[in-house]
């Protein structure tokens, strides 16, 4: 799959739930199970005002012209090496500047936030949902557990193919003695379409899977489940440095 078109699967139900970017969940959908990119599905995305920003200062900081290259989007949804090729002086930019957090939090939040950037911040979507959006956040969203577990990028192995949903094992985020960790696996029914279509043509029983907000993005790799469980810990650990 294309990066613009992967993309696409995990940018799909927070907009459908009205909570990141432009009115267009019905147009991303489309565009996801066609596999169609042009110029309209990149102006729905650039739109997305903490998404775009993410990207664009992935690929600068790797020397990418296009912020939607596959390399790109994987950084920023699921976790690669280009995580590793970003300054700490940008990512500092990137989120004072880029994600203008100087007016959306308070100065405490910020010393806060800035003060993990030395620990090993990287721009991941992980990070952003512990780190920041906890003190961002939105009009409609309370800061729960459950929240951030559906807001973050999940995995599982699937266990059961029905036909709209996937039962996969995964691990759940929880909260032991005052700290966020992830539990042990459990089965968790997961959506697989919306009037008969999906992301996911042939799902098999044993596949990796991403999902956001609990609907099924893409079939991951070993590596990607790796990378993604990686930057998923990285992420809980400097989260739990001010919670």
Request: with cysteine; aromatic share 10%.
């Amino acid at each position: 799959m294309s990066g613009i078109l992967s993309c696409t699967t995990y940018a799909f139900m927070p907009n459908r739930l009205a909570y990141c970017g432009p009115s267009a969940d019905r147009t991303l959908f489309d565009y996801g199970i066609t596999h169609t990119v042009d110029q309209g599905l990149k102006d729905i995305l650039v739109n997305f005002k903490n998404l775009w920003p993410y990207l664009r200062f992935i690929a600068n900081s790797n020397l990418i012209e296009d912020a939607f290259d596959e390399k790109v989007v994987e950084a920023y949804w699921i976790g690669n090496d280009l995580l590793e090729k970003t300054a700490m002086k940008g990512l500092y930019r990137h989120l004072t500047e880029g994600l203008n957090l100087k007016k959306r939090i308070s100065p405490r939040s910020l010393e806060y936030l800035l003060g993990k950037i030395p620990l090993g911040a990287k721009p991941h979507h992980t990070f952003h949902v512990f780190n920041v959006f906890v003190h961002t956040g939105h009009p409609t969203l309370a800061h729960t557990l459950e929240t951030m577990d559906n807001c973050r990028v999940s995995w599982g192995q699937i266990q059961e193919i029905q036909k709209d949903s996937l039962i996969v094992k995964s691990r759940f985020l929880e909260m032991a003695e005052g700290r966020l960790r992830l539990s042990s696996p459990r089965l968790k029914t997961v959506q697989r379409s919306f009037d008969e279509k999906t992301f996911i043509q042939e799902p098999k029983i044993k596949d990796w899977v991403s999902f956001h907000w609990n609907f099924a993005c893409e079939i991951l790799t070993q590596k990607q489940v790796k990378n993604l469980s990686r930057y998923t810990g990285e992420a809980i650990k400097l989260a739990n440095l001010t919670i």
